[in-house]
């Protein structure tokens, strides 16, 4: 006869039900991790601009919304601005680590986001911070000036991109070529590597970054690169030669820009500007002959004369007539209107001589070299002047 004891069937099953409950017990953790992990609270300064505020504030905006939806974080209650706390706390602008601990006790955060923005021509550059006790990373920001809406996509995503820089989001692979050269490479100003024989692959933020090559004797390559988690973004700049000769000095035939202008188109915008000068005191004149026709001096001695006189030449005889102006003003004003219209043929026949030659100068400019291979034909203006006016004549030489 088997014999069963009582006891040991209660402890039996007692052991049975107690592994079960730990058992489910350590799905329902396993199952929600993220339930027990709290977020990170940051607070996001408004960013400081001297030259760029509509800029600054849409980037503050979209930083804003693009933490507050990232997994594991939330943002602080109350709005801040850096340029405010900068200023209450007596700070220097941009605040130093004492100041950013200071800001930090003042707003009750124990992180923050802080940064600048300033115009570089037609692009806005923005240096953002992150403050965790300390500073505890930063990145740099290029992107055009007219993102000036907080919801527009491009500046969601280039806020999506500086939040991951400085949260330490998952970083991505960047592959840069250039030909065969060697080189450093830059990732939005700072340097991460060099090239070799033209290649490169690193490891950076995800996210919009602009990439420079710099090669010596050549010059810097830049372009923009969308770098994500996943995959492998790939990019190919070409450093130019900063000179086109040939190494032996001889010319190869390609003209290279040096930044400085030619005394032939130097000539040319001198004479443009002359010119444009000399026709506005012919208008000038011009004006000044019509208000002595329209002088009602003139106009009533006029009226007197009788029909086929010249009115100058009575005036100059001192021929007087009833009711109308004495013959001695008439020829005051004949002598002025003479002197006008000189000054007019002057100013008119030299503007215009200069101007076209200007305009040739201009159209005619070409490289050294192919100035040297064939000499342009060459502009002549000859401006003539007699006792009942003046004339302009215009030759080309060749």
Known sequence: MIRVDPNRCIFEEMRRLLCALAFCAGLTLAASPAAAETPKTIQVLTVMSDDAFPQAQALTIALKRVAARSEGWSVGQGEYSLEVMVAALNCPAPPDAACQERIGAKIGAKRFIWGSARLEGKNVVVNLHLWEGTEKRHTTLHYSANLTDATDDALLKIAESGFAALAGAAQGALVVRAGTQSGQVLLDGNPIGNLTDGRGEFLVPVGT????????????????????????????????????????????????????MSTRRILAYTGLGLGGALIAGGVYSWVKIDSVNSDERFDSYRRAVRTGLDVCEEAEANHTYAGATSPSEIADLCSSARTWQTLQYVFFGTGIALAGAGTYLLLTDRPAHDQARAAPPRLVPTVGFGPHGGQVDVRVAF
Do not use: F, M
């Open 209 to 260: 970054h602009e990439v420079r090559v710099r090669v010596a004797g050549h010059n810097d390559a830049v372009g923009t690169v969308d770098v994500s988690a996943s995959g492998r973004a790939e990019l190919t700049l070409t450093p130019s030669p900063k000179s086109a000769s040939g190494a032996d000095g001889s010319d190869d035939g390609v003209s290279v820009n040096t930044g400085k």
